[in-house]
């Protein structure tokens, strides 16, 4: 059976040998292989037209003497050399001439005075018409066309990328005044991509296109760009189980169409890492049409979340510098884990089956719960959680319990504080999962003092979750404790900091928690310690910023 390009080259041939088509349109989308299409096709005119055809390209042509003069300059190249030389070098001399005897006379008209002996008679391909130089009137280059096609027999074939004219109006008098006979290139997915590849020593080429045919992809550069960065990423892995190329091959086809804008969708690689389909059944949060409709362009590439692997490959995406070291190992790790792999599949299906399958009943739910508790240490804790939540549902809570109790039991000794992988997407964990992802994350960032949290505001001009929690959790005794024990500049700047963060419209509620509490230690130091030397400086700074402490007031 042939395929598109195979059916668009044959027909092309025959509408070019048949004299009666003055102008010829090839049309498609950008990159679908319009030129290459053309190229083909030249070398089986090569033996049957003379003089050879003509191609320009006429992006950024600013005038008609600019497409003119590039139709010389191409023709010279094709014919004589001597040609050439008259219309680079010769220019100079020629100037001269004219300026001397024709005063005003432009060196480009008496050049462009040879322009019909070279057309006439002869093909000329035109190519990023719709890129031209906005000062270039679509009406001068219809002009060119139908003077040149009627005067002089010229024949034109125009490659037109249809979806990036910027105006209609362009396309219809084109097709309107000029344009004889369309042809329109509209190839498969799959068959761009094998075009894009036939060059290509990739290994896993076939994933590639399974990942690319699924987003329906035609563009041939962006393909190409596709199977660039595949082989950048993955070079010297050159035995990757099958599971694992599916595991990392669509998510980074798809970053990488995003990134080059080759994809129809707008869907944005941030949405993308942060996808989650377990979270996203699990949860009740309404979804926007867009996001609907991105999740289903996600759902034909099987990815069922984001992981490291696809956050390395986006940095790549970005910055053009690759952490190798760091990518290869979590290949490795992928590689060595199939039989986590195949947990994680029974527990997909186990979501999937609760949610979409009518037939299947409680029975079936504790015998995939059980087959669980048995390799417990293979879960994620967003998955862990998610079954728990399902068995509780079912009412089975003491397996519910049994089940997380198990996981925390196995998995605390064992992890990583700086692994993610465990605790990605933290919003849907088991609050017994959740607990023990803080007591993780306390062993890496331990909780900071106030003083330590206002000087982080004070350098950083920002603040994380560590500051949030350190003020959220902060108390009126704390801050009077800490007032009474600074000395100097560090006294100076948690009591500078403390005013700007009063000053700070739309602090968040633990921020203005802590701001509250600061408020009221000064107010106790100042009605307890009326003469102390800090309770005189915290009076002098209340006044200086203009705010009144109610300090006649009795301790609540």
């Given amino acids: 059976m042939q395929s598109s390009y195979q059916k668009a080259q044959e027909t092309l041939l025959k509408l070019l040998n048949n004299h009666s088509y003055k102008v010829i349109a090839l049309t498609g989308k950008w990159g679908t292989g319009k030129t290459h299409l053309w190229n083909v096709v030249k070398q089986q005119l090569s033996a049957i037209q003379a003089p050879q055809p003509i191609f320009i390209s006429i992006f950024g042509a600013k005038t008609s003497n600019d497409l003119k003069l590039r139709l010389l300059q191409s023709g010279s190249l094709k014919d004589d050399n001597k040609y050439k030389d008259f219309i680079s070098a010769g220019g100079k001399l020629l100037k001269g001439v004219v300026g001397k005897f024709v005063p005003g006379l432009a060196v480009e008209e008496i050049v ?289 319990e049994k089940l997380i109790n198990r996981w925390i039991e196995i998995n605390e000794p064992l992890i990583d504080p700086n692994d993610s992988d465990e605790f990605n997407m933290g919003r849907s964990l088991h609050p017994a999962i959740e607990a023990l992802n803080t007591r993780i994350r306390e062993q890496q960032y331990p909780p900071l003092t106030l003083e330590e949290a206002i000087e982080r505001v004070r350098s950083n001009s920002g603040w994380g979750d560590r500051e949030n929690i350190c003020f959220q959790n902060s108390t009126q ?38 701001i509250n509490n600061f408020k009221e230690a000064s107010t106790s130091i100042i009605r307890t310690m009326p003469e102390s030397r800090l309770a005189i400086m915290l009076k002098r700074e209340f006044e200086k910023n203009n705010i009144v402490l109610k300090i006649s007031e009795e301790p609540r």
């Fill in 112 to 400: 462009l005075l040879s322009l019909p002996k070279l057309l006439g008679g002869r093909l000329v391909v035109i190519d990023d018409v719709e890129r031209k130089h906005k000062t270039l009137d679509i009406d001068e280059i219809l002009g060119f066309i139908n003077e040149y096609s009627e005067t002089y027999n010229t024949r034109f074939l125009l490659l037109l990328n249809t979806d990036k004219l910027e105006d209609e109006v362009i396309w219809r008098k084109l097709h309107e005044k000029v344009i004889d006979i369309e042809l329109q290139l509209q190839p498969e997915s799959s068959e761009a991509f094998d075009l894009a590849s036939i060059d290509s020593n990739f290994n896993y080429l076939k994933c590639v296109r399974e990942a690319t045919t699924s987003l329906g992809i035609t563009n041939i550069r962006i393909i190409k760009r596709i199977i660039r960065v595949h082989s950048e990423l993955l070079e010297g892995q050159d035995t990757l189980k099958e599971y694992v190329q599916k595991r990392i091959i669509p998510g980074t086809v798809l970053l990488t169409a995003i990134h080059y804008r080759g994809i129809a969708s707008d869907i944005t690689s941030e949405y993308f890492l942060q996808h989650n389909s377990f979270s996203k059944i699990l949860s009740r949060a309404h979804r926007t049409a867009d996001e609907l409709k991105w999740d289903d362009v996600i759902n034909k590439l099987d990815i069922s979340s984001c992981n490291d692997y696809d956050f390395v490959v986006q940095d790549y995406l970005q910055t053009g510098v690759l952490n190798k070291e760091r990518l290869d190992r979590i290949i490795n790790k992928y590689q060595t884990d199939l039989a986590r792999n195949e947990v994680h599949e029974r527990v997909r299906f186990f979501f999937e089956s609760h949610y979409w399958d009518p037939l299947f009943d409680n029975a079936k739910a504790l015998e995939l719960a059980e087959d669980f508790f048995l390799h417990t240490e293979a879960l994620t804790g967003n998955q862990v959680s998610g079954v728990a939540d399902i068995l509780t549902e079912l009412g089975e809570i003491n397996l519910s």
């Fill in 477 to 514: 005794t704390q801050y009077e404790e800490t007032l009474k024990t600074l000395r100097g500049s560090a006294l100076a700047k948690f009591i500078t900091e403390n005013f700007s963060l009063l000053r700070t419209i739309g602090l968040s509620d633990s921020f203005q928690h802590g």
